[in-house]
Structures are given as C-alpha cells and as structure tokens.
C-alpha cells in the first residue's frame, strides 16, 4: 500500500506543478498607453508618412519582451485594444486606426498592422485581435522582438483621414490608446492595467 501511495502522491505533485506552470505562462504586458491630440496638421506634417503618429522610445514599454515567442507565448495570444476616444467632431462619421507593428527584423513587407474597429462617437471602445489573424502578421520575426508602433487614423473605408475633402470630419481629435498583449490561452484582466479607471469611475 505504501509505494502506490507515494506513487499516487508523486503523480499529484507532479499534476500540481505542471498545472502552475502552465497558469505562470498565462501573462500580459502593456506595449504602450499614450494620449494625445491630434489635429489636421499634425496628420499633414507628420514624418516620414502623413496621418501617422508614432509611438517609440520611451513611449513604448521598456521591460516589453525582446522575444515574444519564448519563454511566453505572446506571438499566438491576443492583443487587447482599448480605445478611448476624449474628444472627436460632431457628426458621427465612422473613424478608424491601423495599428502597426513594426519589427526590430521584418520579412516580405517587413511589417504588419491590426485594424480597429469603427467607431462613431466619444467614449471608451475595447476589443480583442488575436495576433496570428491581422494583416502581414507573418512579415515581423517575432523572436526579434518590437521596435516601435505607427498609428494611423482613417475613415471607415480605410482612406487616411488627412486626404478626405472634408478633413473636418475627423480632426481635431484626442485619444487614449492602451495595447495589452496577452499571451496564448490567457484571457485580459483589466485589473493588472495600470491607472485605468475602475467601472463607472468618472476622470
């Protein structure tokens, strides 16, 4: 009865440990939360692509993994989008960003971009992109890691806002966009994102 009972007790440990590795592996970071306005000529002079503002440097998470494959999987989780959208003009015209990532070492393109959902209105807009289905993932080597992020506003049809007739529409504008990188099998805890406010708390 003995060694089948340490057997028994060797194989639940062994459970146990396996079980907490595996719900170690389950993380998130923030690659960047900026806020910043953003007007038609800031779109008009940006360099070295109009309508884009790019997040680099500083601006970007410093303790970011430099490879997002091993020893977490960030490569094939998820990617959580928070958009919260302070001010916007009137008129409810559908807006959008491409979110680009852009690698320390590209293949192909070289880069590749999530895009955001639509919106029509001031307020907070979340959604969860997982990283092996936005366009040109397959062109950034992952194990390299992330050098910096282009944002790019556009209309709903994906038309860069800056060369609409009728820039009005879309600028000037101010936004707060957070990037949550979630690693594979793990699902976003907003409660492990620094300086959100709680549900309901008013700013």
Not at 90 to 107: D, H, L, M, N
Not at 129 to 136: C, D, E, H, L, N
Not at 170 to 179: A, D, E, I
Request: hydrophobic share 35%; net charge positive; with cysteine.
């Amino acid at each position: 009865m003995l060694p089948t009972l340490l057997n028994r007790t060797t194989l639940l440990a062994l459970l146990l440990v396996l079980g907490c590795a595996t719900y170690s592996r389950a993380q998130q970071f923030v690659l960047f939360d900026v806020t910043f306005p953003f007007t038609k000529a800031d779109a008009d002079n940006a360099k070295p692509s109009q309508s884009h503002y790019y997040v680099k440097g500083d601006m970007l998470n410093a303790q970011r993994p430099k490879d997002w494959t091993a020893p977490v999987d960030y490569r094939n989780g998820t990617v959580h989008v928070r958009l919260e959208v302070l001010e916007k003009p009137a008129g409810g015209e559908p807006t959008t960003w491409s979110v680009c990532y852009i690698p320390v070492k590209g293949q192909n393109h070289g880069y590749g971009c999530i895009g955001i959902s639509a919106y029509k209105e001031a307020g907070v807009h979340e959604q969860d992109i997982a990283m092996t289905k936005f366009w040109q993932n397959d062109d950034i080597v992952w194990s390299e890691g992330i050098k910096q992020m282009d944002l790019v506003i556009k209309d709903g049809t994906g038309t860069k806002a800056h060369t609409r007739p009728d820039p009005e529409k879309f600028f000037p504008t101010k936004v707060r966009m957070t990037l949550i990188q979630v690693s594979a099998g793990g699902k976003y805890d907003p409660k492990l994102v620094p300086n959100l406010p709680a549900a309901g708390e008013k700013k």
